[in-house]
């Protein structure tokens, strides 16, 4: 039997290049991979985005998140050709909550306190708030364990995250019925390790904990990742 798809998701402050390096893992495994745009406009509208590029995926599928994206594989992975889900340095939300509820019941990580806002319009002539890190901070809550100009190109590019995303609510939770995996990054600055635990603990995930690395796990540990995924796709194939 062929292996799923394994479709791979970023968060919020990051492209789909930050994959590079599991991509290549995956591929000289004779694994097939994608990795979509996440628009980053909002939990519903993205999740909603997610769904559609699910339903022209062939066969089945692994939905792997990062970050922010677990909140997307949450609520895209109820689709039927979804067989598992790998959560990367992410939130695991349940049914109803919001990320701010999310992170509510624990302290604030230090990317909280230094997020910049700022202003893109809407449709109807209003506009709304975006939120990027600021420049100098994001290598150490970010990517404290990639290379230093690295990190700091990285901060350069940010992609910014609708601020609405952190207050909507998550409509259903895919890990009710499907398998789960989870990354938790211990040295993460941006998603607390306490979050990421907790969340894959109540999914009933299998756990993996990689106690250095930073929020930005899929750069700095490529490897250790490809493998989490690898052994969700031996599992659901």
Known sequence: ???PTV???HGAFADATGWIGVIAELRSSGIPVIAPPNPLRG???DAA???SVLTQVEGPAVLVGHAYGGALITVAGVAENVVGLVYVAAYVPREGESLDGLQGSFPDPPAAGNLKEWTYPLHDGTHAIEVTIEETAFPSVF???VPEGVAGVLAAVQRPLAAVAFTETVAVAAWRTKPSWALVAGAD???SP???RFGAARAGAVVVELPDASHAVALSEPTRV???IMAAVRATS
Do not use: K, N, Y
């Open 194 to 196: 306490e979050v990421q």
């Open 226 to 228: 490809a493998d989490l």
């Open 143 to 145: 990517a404290a364990d």
């Open 49 to 51: 985005h997610l769904a």
């Open 43 to 45: 939990l519903a509208s």
């Open 1 to 3: 039997m062929p292996h």
């Open 7 to 9: 479709v791979l998701v």
């Open 189 to 191: 600055r941006t998603i």
